[in-house]
């Protein structure tokens, strides 16, 4: 008896072995997205970042947020339009003051008014990110050199500061 429970041990162990061992490359598929869908499965999704917010369209706004104070540091004019134009698109009505801003830094194509915008943007947004986060954590950083040393303030998703 002894020797049969063992015998059934051993197939059963060399038994999982070998279908763990199974080329499973068959049931592998790669999905390729055009920039639409990317676009359209970027709307749906609720929070993007390693941030959590209470709702989907604060999530949006603080994807699109990054993304437009990546594009303020690599002085990509063109980008800050873009990412600011997906951003109008995010806000619900009760945020109109905020989709002003949003909509005024699609709109311009000046730097400068860009950066002003986005301080500006920050300073009112600010409330809607701290109060809207529901996991993980957001930076509030400061840079006193801003706008000829008065400094402003700017959220991120890191706690370094890369300029």
Request: aromatic share 10%; with cysteine; charged share 25%.
């Amino acid at each position: 008896m002894k020797s049969k429970i063992l015998n059934f041990g051993v197939v059963l162990l060399l038994a999982i072995a070998l279908f763990s061992c199974v080329d499973n490359k068959g049931k592998q598929s790669v999905e390729i997205n055009t920039p639409e869908e990317v676009k359209k499965a970027e709307e749906k999704t609720a929070d993007i970042a390693d941030q959590d917010f209470i709702d989907g369209m604060t999530g949006k706004i603080w994807h699109n947020y990054l993304e437009i104070k990546i594009a303020l540091t690599n002085a990509d004019a063109d980008q800050v339009q873009d990412a600011s134009q997906s951003m109008v698109a995010s806000f619900s009505e009760e945020r109109a003051e905020l989709k002003a801003i949003a909509q005024q830094l699609s709109e311009t194509s000046e730097l400068e008014k860009q950066r002003e915008l986005f301080a500006s943007f920050t300073e009112k947004a600010g409330p809607m990110f701290e109060n809207a986060l529901s996991g993980g954590t957001i930076y509030k950083k400061f840079c006193p050199m801003a706008f000829n040393n008065e400094g402003a303030y700017w959220y991120a998703d890191i706690e370094e500061i890369n300029n």
